[in-house]
């Protein structure tokens, strides 16, 4: 079945550092790609999406590129604050049909000072 | 602006009680989704409705109801007969009709907690 794979948390990085979630995904047939983001005690948000081979996404710094060859979407950001301390999630969605979203478990992210 | 809301922020119900989360948009999305999310854990979903007056169950649905009376509003009630039902109940809508390179936009959420 489709599935997607996020790399374990928590990540820890001090402010200014360079952050790196892993994803990769595997699907049946040709998805979209999404990452959300989660703060303390709030619904998801969408951060980037990306819906096909090579398109790269990108919102308030964060960067993610659609790598079929890989059926991976790594979200990078060149410099973390702070108020970027949340969980990230990664998720596909098939664009055949009505397809729900598949989530990976989520990457707690916290920076410190 | 349109958005999904979600009410209460926090409720409390005492063991045995049935108890109902609110979740209304106004964003005509055609499809609605309830997940729970329990501390530290990803997500799972309970119900999901792609139209008015049908819904489907998800992953965990046991101890759950729902309905989609409205185009704008999908309740899910939380029966006695779930054993654990204390977590953070998220609700979410999309576009669909073959629009589904869109993801979802979510609510921000319902804090069940039973005491």
């Known amino acids: 079945g489709d599935s997607v794979t996020q790399m374990e948390g928590p990540v820890t990085l001090s402010e200014e550092a360079f952050l790196t979630i892993n994803c990769t995904y595997t699907?049946?047939?040709?998805?979209?790609l999404f990452w959300y983001v989660q703060y303390p005690g709030e619904g998801l948000q969408l951060l980037l999406k990306a819906t096909k081979a090579d398109d790269k996404g990108s919102n308030k710094g964060f960067e993610a590129t659609y790598r079929k060859e890989t059926t991976s979407f790594h979200l990078e950001k060149g410099s973390v604050q702070v108020s970027d301390s949340a969980v990230y999630f990664c998720a596909l969605r098939l664009n055949t049909g009505f397809q729900k979203l598949v989530f990976g478990t989520g990457t707690r992210l916290l920076v410190s000072p | 602006d349109g958005g999904i809301t979600q009410s209460p922020k926090y409720l409390f119900r005492k063991e045995g009680q049935n108890v109902t989360l609110s979740c209304e948009q106004n964003?005509?999305?055609?499809?609605m989704y309830w997940y729970r999310q329990d501390p530290g854990q990803g997500l799972r979903l309970i119900y999901y409705s792609q139209i008015v007056n049908d819904f489907q169950k998800g992953d965990i649905a046991e101890g759950y109801s729902v309905s989609r009376e409205k185009k704008e509003s999908f309740p899910l009630t939380v029966t006695s007969a779930q054993k654990n039902p204390t977590a953070f109940y998220l609700c979410a809508s999309s576009i669909d009709r073959g629009r589904t390179n869109y993801g979802y936009t979510f609510g921000s959420g319902t804090r069940l907690t039973v005491v």
């Open positions: 964003l005509n999305h055609d499809a």
């Open positions: 699907a049946t047939g040709y998805p979209s």
